[in-house]
């Protein structure tokens, strides 16, 4: 019913192997009040080693992407499809991404956001239930919903930071995304 409530039963939850390996449950940061609700894909070494998402050199770039578009932690939601690092900071496997599905559709329950962000290939399969790449996925609008939310939800996919700081070449592609994004919140008066 809670957010409190919900990072209570991921932290007690023996559902997923990972947690066994990971030094902390990573959650959530920014504002639970937000309108706006960015999922990434899993915690990296610093993420773990924190507790926090997007604290590291991508959680960097995920800073300057949302300055770009007047919007920083506080006036955001931000968390991961899985709560705990993957050794190695590998991706997460199909079988952990299950595991771990109820506790983000839960998340995305209680936030009730007007706009989700995915970052990332493993967020947005994950998310819209599609076995579409990114590349295939961002520059457009798609929905989210389920049985336990008032209405669908806009949903848009763009690259993982991670991989942008990898592949710069693909930061025109991002900003066309956050353009994107930028224009939704103020047609829709989110902020």
Known sequence: RSLAELETFIKQSKTCTLKNQAKNTVFS????SSKIMLIGEAPGAEEDKIGKPFV???GQLLNKMLA????DRNSVYITNVVPWRPPNNRAPDSEEILQCLPFIQKHIEIIQPSILILLGGTAAKAILATTHGITRLRGQWHTYNNINIKKPI????????????RSPINKKDAWADLQEIQQKITNSEII
């Open 68 to 71: 770009a578009i007047k919007l």
């Open 154 to 165: 806009p949903t848009i996919a763009t690259f993982h930071p991670a991989f942008l700081l």
């Open 56 to 58: 590291g050199i991508a």
């Open 29 to 32: 940061d920014g504002n639970s």
